[in-house]
């Protein structure tokens, strides 16, 4: 009898301490877990530079895609005061301006501007000003053909920056706004071009044009204008090879290209040499050798979104003086964005 109730006492306090520690271990979990340490501050040129991670499911906006670039500024921005600069204060303009890519040319400018009047609004509203006023106003895109054409929009620029996505993404973008578009895989250099253009006019709706690998490709060009003509489309985008597998001049090719492309019934509206924002000044020195050879209107600077060099846009616009017109921002189709200068100089600089 002594024994049963024994056995059923400790029965009764094992079961009480599993309830009681079942009860502690849920009033934990709501807490929360324990609080760490707060981590040590980052040096300060690390946080200048780390970019805001982009939200990718929202429409990307130049402000949401511009953090590394934006962050660059940090130092301009916390630059208090509106009188005469210190030595200091213009090394560290003159320093973030020079990281952010801007250019040895527009980075002086701001400096005597700075050394002659002061900052009588503070110092990153002139630097500000004096950026957008390197930008140009004029960036038209044009569209519409003469009557019983259609239009061509060309992509040149070297491999790997971006071409062949960018026309993705307009395909898409026209598409979206009521045209009927073509594609013509004008990159023969290797197969996977044309199959790399072939899944994003699958994705997006748009016809596109191919032949084998070495295929000529003024002659997939004059194919793209004749299935164009015939169906009624808007505008075909042509891309175009970023090399060459013989000693053949890739300018020389893409003049000729040019050339298949404008006539009738084709007409080039755009040529846009695209640009890789990663590769700061090269891309500029690359531009410089397409410029003459592909009568360039545009230019499409890809992979903003990854780089704390967009001051770029203002010295490709100052050396070359050709519009930036759209800038890729990421890999999605919607990632590319109309160039607009003042939301672009206010993404970087604004407080
Ligand atoms: N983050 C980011 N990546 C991009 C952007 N544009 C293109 N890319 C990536 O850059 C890489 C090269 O892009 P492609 O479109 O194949 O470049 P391409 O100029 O056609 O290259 P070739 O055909 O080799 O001459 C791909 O991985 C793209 O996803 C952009 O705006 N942002
Ligand atoms: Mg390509």
Same mark, same amino acid.
């Given at each position: 009898?002594?024994?049963?109730?024994?056995?059923?006492?400790?029965?009764?306090?094992?079961?009480?301490?599993?309830?009681?520690?079942?009860?502690?271990?849920?009033?934990?979990?709501?807490?929360?877990?324990?609080?760490? $340490?707060?981590?040590?501050?980052?040096?300060?040129? %690390?946080?200048?530079?780390?970019?805001?991670?982009?939200?990718?499911?929202?429409?990307?906006?130049?402000?949401?895609?511009?953090?590394?670039?934006?962050?660059?500024?940090?130092?301009?921005?916390?630059?208090?005061?509106?009188? $005469?600069?210190?030595?200091?204060?213009?090394?560290?303009?003159?320093?973030?301006?020079?990281?952010?890519?801007?250019?040895?040319?527009?980075?002086?400018?701001?400096?005597?501007?700075?050394?002659?009047?002061?900052?009588?609004?503070?110092?990153? +509203?002139?630097?500000?000003?004096?950026?957008?006023?390197?930008?140009?106003?004029?960036?038209?895109? +044009?569209?519409?053909?003469?009557?019983?054409?259609?239009?061509?929009?060309?992509?040149?620029?070297?491999?790997?920056?971006?071409?062949?996505?960018?026309?993705?993404?307009? +395909?898409?973008?026209?598409?979206?706004?009521?045209?009927?578009?073509? %594609?013509?895989?004008?990159?023969?250099?290797?197969?996977?071009?044309?199959?790399?253009?072939?899944?994003?006019?699958?994705?997006?709706?748009?016809?596109?044009?191919?032949?084998?690998?070495?295929?000529?490709?003024?002659?997939?060009?004059?194919?793209?204008?004749?299935?164009?003509?015939?169906?009624?489309?808007?505008?075909?985008?042509?891309?175009?090879?970023?090399?060459?597998?013989?000693?053949?001049?890739?300018?020389?090719? %893409?003049?000729?290209?040019?050339?298949?492309?404008?006539?009738?019934?084709?007409?080039?509206?755009?040529?846009?040499?695209?640009?890789?924002?990663?590769?700061?000044?090269?891309? %500029?020195?690359?531009?410089?050798?397409?410029?003459?050879?592909?009568?360039?209107?545009?230019?499409?600077?890809?992979?903003?979104?990854?780089?704390?060099?967009?001051?770029?846009?203002?010295?490709?616009?100052?050396?070359?003086?050709?519009?930036?017109?759209?800038?890729?921002?990421?890999?999605?189709? $919607?990632?590319? =964005?109309?160039?607009?200068?003042?939301?672009?100089?206010?993404?970087? =600089?604004? +407080?």
């Amino acid at each position: 009898m002594i024994a049963s109730v024994f056995v059923l006492a400790s029965i009764v306090i094992v079961a009480l301490l599993v309830v009681a520690l079942v009860v502690v271990g849920l009033v934990r979990r709501r807490r929360g877990p324990a609080p760490v $340490a707060p981590m040590a501050p980052l040096p300060d040129l %690390l946080v200048t530079e780390i970019a805001e991670r982009p939200v990718l499911d929202e429409e990307p906006t130049l402000g949401s895609r511009l953090g590394a670039s934006r962050g660059v500024f940090d130092r301009v921005r916390s630059i208090a005061g509106t009188g $005469a600069l210190t030595g200091e204060q213009l090394e560290v303009v003159e320093e973030v301006l020079l990281r952010s890519d801007v250019g040895v040319s527009t980075t002086e400018v701001v400096l005597a501007v700075l050394r002659r009047d002061g900052a009588p609004d503070g110092v990153a +509203a002139t630097v500000r000003r004096i950026l957008r006023e390197s930008l140009v106003d004029e960036r038209h895109v +044009a569209v519409d053909a003469e009557p019983g054409r259609v239009a061509v929009w060309l992509f040149v620029g070297v491999n790997g920056v971006g071409k062949t996505t960018t026309i993705g993404k307009l +395909a898409h973008r026209e598409i979206g706004a009521g045209r009927k578009v073509v %594609l013509a895989a004008g990159d023969t250099f290797r197969a996977a071009a044309a199959e790399q253009l072939t899944t994003w006019a699958e994705r997006t709706g748009a016809d596109v044009v191919r032949a084998g690998e070495g295929a000529d490709p003024g002659s997939v060009i004059h194919d793209a204008l004749g299935r164009a003509s015939a169906r009624g489309a808007d505008l075909v985008l042509a891309d175009t090879a970023g090399r060459r597998a013989n000693s053949t001049n890739l300018l020389d090719e %893409l003049a000729k290209v040019r050339r298949v492309a404008d006539r009738a019934p084709g007409q080039v509206l755009e040529t846009f040499m695209v640009l890789d924002a990663t590769t700061g000044q090269n891309a %500029l020195a690359q531009a410089r050798e397409f410029l003459a050879a592909a009568s360039v209107t545009g230019i499409v600077l890809t992979k903003l979104d990854g780089t704390a060099r967009g001051g770029i846009v203002v010295a490709i616009e100052r050396e070359l003086s050709i519009p930036v017109k759209f800038v890729g921002v990421g890999e999605g189709v $919607a990632d590319l =964005i109309p160039f607009d200068p003042d939301e672009f100089v206010d993404s970087l =600089i604004r +407080a």
